[in-house]
């Protein structure tokens, strides 16, 4: 009687740890290059607050491009379809070229310039991603781009080009140092170094860009899963 107990319970200990092991590897689902490759700059944005954060479940959302294009098609619906199409292209090809997570570059989009391809800003900014033509000309130059102009950057593909290679390089110049590159993107780096100087860490920019952020993620997974 002993003997049998002893077995019966071994027995469901087995197949216990067996049902574990199989749910594991059908809940870890292997990760593509593209999630894998947005969820690494996700960590490096969010850093310890990333596990408890809405953004860590997305890992299992294949793809995030029709989202991106839901969003660009609602914000640019006067534009029509082929537009929003181009500049949904724009922001994913950009942002795998330059190893940046795209719903990131959406948020800094929604942040400069609430997706108004049109919009001028107070200091000559042109466009989505609210380029100076100066520094659109020296980005261009540096990564080997055609430069036509500030004109050129009233095309929205060519501006997103010119935003996403730019917040590239802000990013290797401050060490992936998150709350500094994205500062930088809207004050530059030198007004970035002058804080930096002082002690003082940027914060209204960079909490604009990634309140947006993270509901960008939050209406990611709402669509997701509901």
């Known amino acids: 009687m002993m003997r049998k107990a002893i077995f019966l319970i071994i027995s469901?200990?087995?197949f216990s740890s067996l049902v574990d092991a199989n749910t594991k590897c059908c809940c870890e689902k292997k990760l593509t290059k593209d999630t894998t490759r947005r969820l690494q700059h996700a960590k490096e944005l969010l850093g310890s607050g990333?596990?408890?954060?809405?953004?860590?479940?997305?890992?299992?959302?294949?793809?995030v491009k029709k989202f991106i294009g839901g969003i660009v098609q609602e914000r640019l619906e006067?534009?029509?379809?082929?537009?929003?199409?181009?500049?949904?292209?724009?922001?994913?090809?950009?942002?795998?070229?330059?190893?940046?997570?795209?719903?990131?570059?959406?948020?800094?989009?929604?942040?400069?310039?609430?997706?108004?391809?049109?919009?001028?800003?107070?200091?000559g900014e042109i466009g989505l991603m609210q380029i100076k033509?100066?520094?659109?000309?020296?980005?261009?130059?540096?990564?080997?781009?055609?430069?036509k102009g500030k004109e050129s950057l009233k095309n929205p593909q060519v501006n997103i080009r010119i935003g996403v290679a730019y917040l590239?390089?802000?990013?290797?110049?401050?060490?992936?140092?998150?709350?500094?590159?994205?500062?930088?993107?809207n004050m530059g780096p030198g007004g970035v170094?002058?804080?930096?100087?002082?002690?003082?860490?940027?914060?209204?920019?960079?909490?604009?860009?990634?309140?947006?952020?993270?509901?960008?993620?939050d209406s990611l997974l709402a669509k997701e899963y509901n």
């Open 12 to 14: 469901l200990l087995f």
């Open 50 to 63: 990333f596990q408890q954060s809405h953004v860590s479940l997305s890992a299992q959302v294949p793809s």
């Open 78 to 123: 006067t534009f029509g379809k082929k537009y929003a199409h181009r500049v949904t292209n724009a922001i994913i090809s950009e942002s795998k070229k330059q190893g940046l997570d795209p719903v990131f570059v959406l948020a800094v989009i929604e942040t400069e310039s609430q997706f108004d391809p049109k919009v001028v800003g107070s200091h």
């Open 133 to 147: 033509p100066d520094t659109a000309q020296w980005i261009a130059q540096k990564n080997g781009y055609t430069w």
């Open 168 to 185: 590239a390089f802000l990013r290797q110049e401050f060490d992936g140092l998150a709350h500094q590159y994205v500062a930088a993107y």
């Open 193 to 217: 170094r002058r804080l930096a100087s002082l002690d003082i860490k940027p914060k209204d920019y960079s909490t604009r860009v990634m309140t947006n952020y993270y509901d960008f993620y």
